[in-house]
């Protein structure tokens, strides 16, 4: 009896990355520039927007998709801070948004009235790190609550990243977490890891953020 095996992941996956290609090509072509936040559950991807979308949302047009698996809790946070459209992905179960979910919410999307797109990813750190969604850059985040060797056990979601944001710093005195450990662990699984300290608490601790996005603004205006 002959047997034929069909690796249904490998055509999924080859389906997603050609839909990930005309995502790209699309924000590509308005010259806005999109960052996939993945992290594990908790870590303040949505803290870190809503303080992002108060404080620069009048100056920056931020358009923003979030993914979550049950609830649309996140975009209802959000929304609060932008009169713009916040566009909730219910995944029903499924670990990571994909592209064909991220190109449905570009359909919705005046991207000439855009500066700036914000994917806020399931909280995960293993299945969001293999997909791409055709953004410009994956930014993990890695909380002081969590253990420094993340990065270690879940190498691909900080090797695929551009940026690692260290979030929470303002509960440093009360947790036994080494900063410094953190960064080495990040950057032995990925050397070119761009650093950045942050606390949604803190009266100064976005500054940092603020000004990696100013520059990759800067970045893409100038192209």
């Known amino acids: 009896m002959a047997i034929r095996t069909i690796d249904v992941r490998e055509r999924v996956m080859a389906r997603n990355d050609q839909l990930a290609t005309g995502v790209r090509e699309q924000l590509g072509r308005a010259g806005v520039p999109a960052f996939n936040l993945v992290s ?19 100056a920056v047009r931020i358009a923003v998709v979030t993914g979550d698996v049950q609830t649309q809790n996140d975009a209802d946070r959000l929304a609060q801070h932008t009169d713009r459209l916040v566009q909730a992905v219910v995944t029903n179960g499924a ?26 990813n399931v909280g995960n750190l293993v299945c969001p790190a293999s997909w791409d969604l055709g953004e410009t850059g994956k930014i993990v985040l890695l909380s002081v609550t969590e253990g420094e060797d993340k990065p270690l056990k879940y190498p691909t979601a900080f090797r695929r990243a551009a940026t690692l944001v260290l979030t929470k710093l303002d509960l440093m005195p009360h947790v036994s977490f080494s900063l410094e450990r953190a960064v080495q662990c990040a950057l032995e699984i990925n050397p070119d890891l761009q650093v950045l300290f942050t606390s949604t ?23």
Not at 215 to 222: E, F, S, T, Y
């Open 40 to 58: 594990s559950p908790g870590a303040g991807k949505t803290a870190l927007l809503e303080r992002t979308l108060a404080d620069l949302g009048r």
């Open 95 to 120: 670990c990571h948004l994909d592209a064909l979910q991220v190109a449905t919410a570009l359909g919705a999307i005046d991207l000439e009235a855009t500066d700036l797109v914000f994917i806020e």
């Open 201 to 223: 608490i803190l009266p100064e601790g976005l500054e940092e953020w603020y000004g990696f996005l100013r520059a990759q603004l800067h970045r893409r205006r100038a192209a």
